[in-house]
């Protein structure tokens, strides 16, 4: 059994800063990819942000430069940096973690960004 679970969210005004964290327990021997997504309400899941082998680092278009993914590889824990933050990055922001064959999903945590 492998729990995810997202952290970091909450309210900012616009061209603020946030950074999210998203940790993965139980039994894990290797992490394939741990991703970013978000969904805000009435609209589909979107990709945002992940990291593949722990090094390679991808991002949406809608946040590059504004957003980075690390990894701590030693604990198994993925964090999103959002700088420049925009209304329009309000969303419930969902961690997905790899193994193998498996996807494993976070609940989620808020992010709204509004004056």
């Known amino acids: 059994q492998v729990q995810v679970v997202e952290s970091g969210g909450g309210l900012v005004q616009p061209g603020g800063s946030l950074r999210l964290s998203c940790a993965a327990s139980?039994?894990?021997?290797?992490?394939?990819?741990m991703g970013w997504y978000r969904q805000a309400p009435g609209r589909e899941r979107e990709w945002v942000a992940g990291?593949?082998?722990?090094?390679?680092?991808k991002y949406a278009d809608s946040v590059k430069d504004r957003f980075s993914i690390s990894r701590d590889n030693n604990r198994n824990v993925v964090y999103l940096r959002m700088d420049n933050l925009k209304p329009e990055d309000t969303a419930v922001y969902l961690c997905?973690?790899?193994?193998?064959?498996?996807?494993?999903w976070g609940q989620g945590t808020q992010v709204t960004v509004s004056s």
């Open positions: 997905k973690v790899v193994l193998g064959r498996w996807d494993y």
């Open positions: 139980g039994r894990i021997f290797s992490i394939d990819t």
């Open positions: 990291m593949v082998a722990g090094r390679h680092e």
